[in-house]
């Protein structure tokens, strides 16, 4: 069976992906594409029709196209979005393939089964809703997902911490900086703003009624908003000074301890509901194998909370477990009916476009780069780390999901505690947010604290004592960093540069952060790698075999 998955359309994140018997051929989000962060009302036409390329296939191949979206109050959506996709001229004369609309929650929940390789397990999604749910606890067993309970609009944890986002100056997809900046400070002691119960849980006064999901989010994001304000203090005033480099505003927003405190309280909150969940999605499924899908699930810290819990024995998190996901999983749910689903577990987010070596070298030679083409490219890209260089890293197939995992990557010594706040400064982020480290999977288990395989930076864990000092750059002020675990089976030539670079300072450790700077999305093409190079101050971009650098 042949199943293209679709997300996003009209709203946030679209993103499409390629299902063939159960296997995913390719997957891809629509910003990477269209250049444009989380293609706000794009109908993913560019990530559909290189899906379908990447599988050498044609539209008239598909059997089913898979939605991930059923707004309740606009019942022709899945028209509306099938119209808009395929009388694109991109699909021009093909076929239209039937349509099946997959639940939003039960879209995130088979990305995150159906990719962990488990016959069993535990499911809980939580993200600020889809098809006006927006938390659901169920049980996966062999091809079969059981969403047994939901919970509405009006009990959204993903609204809660988004209120918070916004009470701190941040805006809609930026709650991972409040993650960074809660381990800044100790949470404040009061009531807990949900009522916990053996039946599940429920936000304490907010608003429930009306039919519009989009008019009680605007009321529910308003209460938690206004709740912020009474219990955690004065929301954060933003100004926008124009850059004078781009004749366009950016964005200022001046923290203090009390900010620092608001944001530690509020993810306290957060951990201790889910916390409570995961309790009861365990003990009602029988299996201490737990998955978690939805935007939540990017929470790492709340990920290694609950690791270290004691409820689960196994945690598996799908790396692209926000909306854009929703794409892969609405495919797996349809292949997964007839039986057909990943035997393995899906261990590798690298399922978008790639070039090769030899069409990125010739790229940059009709482009006049000044460029080389070193013998042993991971040991020539480690000298350069070594030595205090910050380098672009543009390798395979480009990542689904937020996280860089070694193909689209940001690459800094880690053993330089300076690095955090250079390479923040490439990027354009706050000094205060923390950069991830990148570890061969072999010395994993040495160098930080965790039973996980941590294959997607999706889990933050303590780094051991006897690691923390010769790795400050990626060691958060709290102690703990969120790895990424790197197998040569997986990423051989990002393994490789990880070999080269124990041999020269001692641990298989690289500093790694996304390859893009501020407001824009990950890199995905060659061009965009190039372009994003000389558009800041990294040292030399390694793209495929080629080294490009700087003329001086």
Known sequence: MIVLGISGGFGHDAAAALVVDGEIVAAVEEERLVRRKHAYGQAPVHSARWCLAQGGIRLDDVDVLALSWQPTEQPDWPLLLHESLLSHPFFAGSARPAIEVVGHARAHAAASYYCSGFEDAAILTVDGQGDSISTTLGVGGGDIIDLQQEFGIGDSLGFFYLALTNHLGFELGEEGKVMGLASYASPSDFPLPFDLTNEGYRAIGTPRNGSDPYALYRSVVAHWRGWCERTLGPPVRVSYPLDPLQSRATVEVQLAPPQERAAATGQAILE?????????????????????????GLNCSANGV????G??????????????????????????????????PVESAALGPAYSDAATADLVRDLGLTAERPSDIADHAAERIARGEVI????????IGPRALGN??????????????RVNAIKGRERWRPLAPSILGSAGH??????????????????RASAQDALPAVVHVDGTCRPQF??????????????????????PVVLNTSFNVAGEPLVCTPYDAIRTFFASSLNALVIGDTVVLKQR
Do not use: K
């Not at 999605?281 to 978690?292: F, H, K, M, T, W």
């Not at 672009?392 to 990542?399: A, M, S, T, V």
């Not at 990557?409 to 330089?416: K, Y």
């Open 408 to 421: 689209r990557s940001i690459l800094a010594d880690p053993g330089d505690a300076g690095n955090r706040n």
């Open 306 to 309: 609950i690791e270290r819990s």
């Open 392 to 399: 672009g890293w543009f390798q395979g197939r480009c990542e």
């Open 311 to 344: 409820l689960v024995d196994d945690l598996y998190v799908f790396p692209a477990s926000g909306d854009a996901g929703t794409s892969v999983g609405a495919a797996l749910s349809v292949s997964a009916a007839s039986g057909q689903r990943p035997r393995r």
């Open 486 to 507: 790197v197998r040569p089976e997986s990423n051989p030539r990002y393994a490789a540069l990880l070999q080269r670079l124990e041999e020269r300072r001692g641990l």
């Open 446 to 463: 040495e160098i930080v604290d965790t039973h996980g395989r941590a294959p997607f930076m999706l889990t933050a864990c303590p780094v």
């Open 272 to 296: 201790q509901t889910l916390l409570h969940l995961v309790g009861l999605a365990v003990e009602r499924s029988g299996s201490r194998r737990l998955v978690i899908g939805g935007g939540v």
